[in-house]
Structures are given as structure tokens and as C-alpha cells.
């Protein structure tokens, strides 16, 4: 069955600090990565995916994310962060055919101190 | 396009009291999801559905029953309400091969 593991619950970082947010997952085949935002009190917000292809992988506010296969990894980053980026963040799992069923973490929280 | 609109957005019932909670998407997506999500715990799959007409259980389907009579409308209810679904509950809509999009929830309160 696939899994996914954020291992930090809390992050607290200063404005202008870089930023990594680790995941990792288990599935057995290639599988589709993703990585969501939510505010508080709100939905959430698709920040980048990984189907295939470059590993590397841009999304919206300046995030970026690394697919590991050997790792088993799809760790988020940010070069420098901004207050706004204050959220709770969520690394999901999927596979690639069928209904597609998609498992998420328990997410990690982000602090951002001035 | 309104994108995933839920209804309502928040809910306070009595113990053993019952409810509906709507989604609809206007995407023209295939599958459809009804979550919740409750605090250290990330989203729980309650049921979801792969076309109209179609619905299979998730993670936590005990409590909830869910229909989709139309492709665009996806309805989770609760027959007896319990303080344990006390919860955010988020529905999510795609295509296949695709991200999911969410509604903003609903806060559901069961005193």
C-alpha cells in the first residue's frame, strides 16, 4: 500500500531563510508526487506536481521540489522565504492508473518569524 | 468557472441528527472525492467516485453514505450524526492522470 512520511510536524523559520520540507513515500511503481498548501481556514492550494520527466520540478510562489527515486524523496524548497509562505503543507502520493487513489501526509506546519 | 463550491460552509448538529453536504464541480471531471480532515491526522479518503452513478468506500467510510446521480454534484451524508465526525470535510474533483482540485471545506461540529 503507498504511504507517505512528512517527518517534521513544526518548522519555524526567519523571512529570507531558505526553506526544505522533507517527504517521502512508499509505492512500488513510478508514482505521481505532489505537493499542497493550505492557509488556515482554507482548501487546498495544488503548489507543484510530478508525473514524469525532469526531476526537478517548478511550481507557483517560487517552490521547487526534487524527485529521489533512490530516496524515495520529493522534498520541497524554497531559496528565500516570505511571510506569506506561513501555511500548513502537504506531500501526496497517487498512482498512475485506475481511480487513482491519493494518499497524503499529515503535513507540516510552517512558522515564519520576522 | 466556479471551480469546487461545497455547501454549506459550516454545520453545528445534535447528536443522532442527519445532514447532507454538497459538492459541485463545473470541470467536467470523471472522479470525485469527499475527505475529512482532523488535526495531525492530513486528509482521510471517506468514499470517493469514478463516474456518475458510481461510488466506492475509502479509508473511513463508516457513518457516511454518498451519492452521484449527477456528474457534476457529489453528496456525502451523515444518517446519524456522532461527536467522533466532528471534522473539516473537503471534497475533491479531477481528471484522470491529473491533480486534484478542492473546495474550501466544510466545518462540521457535532455536539
Known amino acids: 500500500a503507498q504511504s507517505v512520511t512528512q517527518p517534521d510536524i513544526h518548522i519555524t523559520v526567519s523571512e529570507g531563510a531558505s526553506l526544505e520540507l522533507r517527504c517521502n513515500y512508499s509505492y512500488g511503481a513510478t508514482p505521481y508526487l505532489f505537493w499542497y498548501v493550505q492557509s488556515p481556514g482554507q482548501g487546498l492550494q495544488l503548489l507543484l506536481k510530478?508525473?514524469?520527466?525532469?526531476?526537478l520540478v517548478q511550481g507557483i510562489k517560487g517552490f521547487e521540489a526534487e524527485f529521489k527515486r533512490s530516496q524515495s524523496s520529493f522534498n520541497l524548497r524554497k531559496p528565500s522565504v516570505h511571510w506569506s509562505d506561513a501555511a500548513e503543507y502537504f506531500c501526496?502520493?497517487?498512482?498512475?492508473?485506475?481511480?487513482?487513489?491519493?494518499?497524503f501526509g499529515t503535513g507540516t506546519k510552517l512558522q515564519v518569524i520576522p | 468557472n466556479a471551480g469546487v463550491t461545497q455547501t454549506p460552509k459550516f454545520r453545528v448538529l445534535k447528536t443522532g441528527q442527519s445532514m447532507t453536504l454538497l459538492c459541485a464541480q463545473d470541470m467536467n471531471h470523471e472522479y470525485m472525492y469527499w475527505y475529512r480532515q482532523d488535526p495531525g491526522m492530513g486528509l482521510r479518503l471517506i468514499h470517493y467516485s469514478v463516474g456518475e452513478g458510481t461510488t466506492a468506500k475509502g479509508e473511513v467510510p463508516d457513518g457516511y453514505n454518498v451519492s452521484r446521480l449527477k456528474k457534476q454534484n457529489f453528496l456525502l451524508g451523515l444518517e446519524s450524526a456522532a461527536p467522533s465526525q466532528t471534522s473539516v470535510y473537503f471534497c475533491?474533483?479531477?481528471?484522470?492522470?491529473?491533480?486534484?482540485?478542492f473546495g474550501p471545506g466544510t466545518r462540521l461540529t457535532v455536539t
Open positions: 501526496a502520493v497517487s498512482a498512475s492508473g485506475g481511480y487513482q487513489k491519493v494518499t
Open positions: 510530478y508525473f514524469s520527466g525532469d526531476t
Open positions: 475533491a474533483s479531477k481528471l484522470a492522470g491529473a491533480e486534484q482540485y
